[in-house]
């Protein structure tokens, strides 16, 4: 895309990616968090299954509310960030929106169960067509719109939901005893959980949407390939918190704070450990590696990908403290510090890009980031008694645990 079209147009597809990921986290915050945590506290079968029903229809009304926020809003945003097709996009997304429902519903069954085949094969189909097509329309060297890549997010997300069902066909979409004061009890724990994802995430997008208003959309492309490099360094952070969830609220029944040490440092040692490798060359050759997949023409991201870069080593910290406050039902934290968090961001941003320009963005998030990471660590000392420093060690650990099991497969091969 980067190499395709214009720095209007890719600054545009960054704006309506970082909005429409803030919608699909409400539904990880209000809908995927309390499912699986009430799912993991059931005591029966059948309550669970009341718990499925519940959340479906909940997912179904807040996607409904959304798609109408949406619809009045499309225009609006185009114009506040000058983008003609800006609207467009939303108008596709809507249709999107609702045939996430089944996607993500089938999902978060899996993640209960925590069963990840038809996780893996869902969102294959579902992001691989995109990716697939703008290489072969690269290619051939034949032009494309916005809107074209929009319609194919939508034609995939259509066909994810058809793969996922056929890995929880033995769940009844709908039980017949349908519980009201459930409902009750999930919004309660989601509304905390909802405020969480959308602040986590705005926080994450606040750089972006400052600087396609404080400078230009074609700032926010320049921005962008360090954004678009450091999250796909940040993949395993969000595969060992998708593991680590479903499981927090069992270790603390079957080993108290104990449990609870363990999960979180074992958790954020190996994120660290498998992003490490791969940090260290994108940190040294972020100029080659920008050039390369984005042309010299967004040569402009390479410094700020190296203070990106160190967003990616706070970030396992910060999330699996997340994962469990909220696993253990106090969400509410989380929130608060969130929202401090995003308060924080705004103010950092808003003054260091208009000494320092792009780079303030990168600062003054990376500086809030810091600042949340003291906090919630010092917190978890004192509810849990989780000494941050004993991660470290770890780390080496699972290099140990690694090499070793490296050289047995060796031996095995070679017959010895």
């Known amino acids: 895309m980067f190499r395709m079209m214009t720095e209007e147009e890719n600054g545009t597809w960054a704006l309506f990616i970082t909005i429409t990921t803030v919608m699909e986290l409400t539904r990880n915050g209000l809908i995927r968090n309390p499912m699986i945590t009430f799912i993991a506290s059931s005591t029966s079968q059948s309550e669970k299954y009341s718990v499925i029903t519940a959340s479906l229809i909940m997912h179904t009304i807040v996607v409904a509310i959304m798609s109408l926020a949406v619809l009045f809003g499309a ?28 996607c993500y519903h089938f999902e978060y069954i899996q993640h209960s169960r925590a069963d990840f085949k ?15 097509y703008t290489m072969i329309v690269y290619l051939l060297n034949k032009p494309t719109s916005l809107v074209e890549l929009a319609m194919v997010q939508l034609i995939s997300t259509i066909a994810s939901a058809f793969v996922e069902y056929q ?38 997008s ?36 998708n593991l680590v969830f479903p499981q927090v ?11 609870i040490q363990d999960v979180y440092i074992k958790s954020v040692s190996l994120i660290l450990a498998i992003m490490l490798p791969m940090m260290i060359p994108f940190y040294v050759l972020s100029d080659f590696i920008i050039e390369v997949i ?32 909220d696993a253990l039902k106090k969400p509410k934290l989380n929130f608060y510090l969130l929202v401090m968090m ?30 949340i990471l003291v906090i919630n660590q010092v917190i978890l000392n004192k509810l849990y008694n989780i000494n941050t420093f004993k991660v470290f060690p770890a780390i080496w650990e699972w290099y140990k645990m690694g090499w070793n099991v490296g050289w047995r497969q060796f031996y095995k091969i070679i017959g010895r």
């Open 206 to 241: 606040t750089d972006s949407w400052m600087i396609g208003r404080m400078i230009s959309l074609d700032a926010v492309a320049s921005y962008n390939p360090a954004l678009r490099i450091a999250n796909l360094v940040e993949v395993p952070t969000l595969a060992i918190t």
């Open 167 to 204: 890995y929880v066909k033995d769940v009844p979409l709908f039980y017949k005893k349908f519980d009201r004061s459930l409902v009750k009890k999930m919004l309660s724990f989601g509304k905390y959980t909802l405020g969480t994802s959308i602040s986590s995430n705005v926080v994450r």
């Open 75 to 102: 225009v609006p945003m185009a114009k506040f960030w000058n983008a003609p097709q800006l609207d467009m996009l939303f108008y596709i997304y809507i249709l999107r929106g609702f045939a996430l429902i089944p």
């Open 249 to 259: 609220s069992r270790k603390m029944r079957e080993s108290g704070n104990k449990g």
């Open 342 to 371: 995003g308060i924080l961001n705004v103010i950092l941003i808003y003054f260091l890009v208009q000494s320092m320009g792009l780079k303030g963005a990168a600062y003054g998030t990376l500086i809030s980031y810091l600042i």
């Open 118 to 132: 038809g996780v893996f094969w869902g969102n294959s189909v579902r992001l691989a067509p995109l990716g697939i």
């Open 294 to 325: 984005f042309t010299s023409k967004y040569s402009d991201a390479a410094p700020i990908l190296r203070i990106t870069i160190f967003f990616m080593l706070i970030l396992p910290f910060n999330r699996q403290f997340g994962t469990v406050v």
